[in-house]
């Protein structure tokens, strides 16, 4: 893509009108572990414009979709998400920069199963590697959109360091690790449930807010 049809994008991305038809996130919150037909789904969304519109929104989604649960300690309670924030929103905003915006009719799936959340979005490694064969401290920052990469960091929702996927990583517990998957056509994160038990096949949870 040339320099200025790269500017055009990104001032795109950022208007107020859906100037960019595939600046859109398709949501679903399944009703088990697989898709299977969309009378199967407890919930489902689109989203489309600028792009801080679309981190928004879909950040509203997962926690609509999702729970917390909690016990109590001597001095208080603890908390436990479904999903780690911090690892949510660097998925989320990984998959809004770094997708391919040229592929038409193209769009960001966040499907939400009882045992995991998966951000699936167009175009795979930027430099056409599989993120499967690497490790994340050994992946080169290579950004395919670097002007809305540059400007998500002027605006505080990104750095420039290559770091978000490491992130995304440090926010689970050491036990628990995320999945990243690349092809030609697509990026999949995948994030478990940490309230879910997958021994027993059914969500692990004690109380809800």
Same mark, same amino acid.
């Given at each position: 893509?040339?320099?200025?049809?790269?500017?055009?994008y990104?001032?795109?991305?950022?208007?107020?009108?859906?100037?960019?038809?595939?600046?859109?996130?398709?949501?679903?919150?399944?009703?088990?572990?697989?898709?299977?037909?969309?009378?199967?789904?407890?919930?489902?969304?689109?989203?489309?414009?600028?792009?801080?519109?679309?981190?928004?929104?879909?950040?509203?989604?997962?926690?609509?979709? @999702?729970?917390?649960?909690?016990?109590?300690?001597?001095?208080?309670r603890?908390?436990?998400?479904?999903?780690?924030?911090?690892?949510?929103?660097?998925?989320?905003?990984?998959?809004?920069?770094?997708?391919?915006?040229?592929?038409?009719?193209?769009?960001?799936?966040?499907?939400?199963?009882e045992d995991?959340?998966?951000?699936?979005?167009?175009?795979?490694?930027?430099?056409?590697?599989?993120?499967?064969?690497?490790?994340?401290e050994?992946?080169? @920052?290579?950004?395919?959109?670097?002007?809305?990469?540059?400007?998500?960091?002027?605006?505080?929702?990104?750095?420039?360091?290559? @770091?978000?996927l490491?992130?995304i990583?440090?926010?689970? $517990?050491?036990?628990?690790?995320?999945?990243?998957?690349?092809?030609?056509? @697509?990026?999949?994160?995948?994030?478990?449930?940490?309230?879910y038990?997958?021994?027993?096949?059914? $969500?692990?949870?004690?109380?809800?807010?």
């Open positions: 893509m040339a320099v200025d049809n790269k500017l055009t990104a001032g795109a991305l950022f208007a107020d009108q859906h100037a960019v038809y595939q600046s859109r996130i398709f949501c679903t919150r399944w009703n088990g572990l697989t898709k299977t037909s969309k009378f199967e789904a407890d919930d489902d969304a689109e989203f489309e414009g600028n792009a801080i519109k679309l981190v928004e929104n879909a950040l509203g989604f997962v926690r609509n979709n @999702s729970s917390v649960k909690w016990y109590k300690t001597g001095s208080g603890v908390e436990l998400p479904d999903y780690p924030q911090e690892a949510v929103y660097e998925a989320l905003v990984n998959a809004i920069v770094h997708r391919d915006y040229v592929i038409k009719g193209s769009e960001i799936h966040i499907d939400i199963y995991r959340l998966e951000i699936v979005s167009p175009g795979g490694m930027a430099d056409g590697k599989r993120i499967q064969d690497m490790t994340i050994s992946i080169a @920052s290579v950004r395919r959109n670097p002007v809305l990469c540059d400007i998500m960091h002027r605006l505080k929702f990104m750095e420039r360091r290559g @770091s978000g490491k992130k990583v440090d926010a689970y $517990p050491a036990d628990i690790t995320p999945e990243f998957k690349s092809t030609p056509q @697509s990026f999949i994160v995948v994030l478990k449930n940490l309230n038990d997958n021994e027993k096949n059914k $969500p692990q949870r004690l109380h809800f807010r």
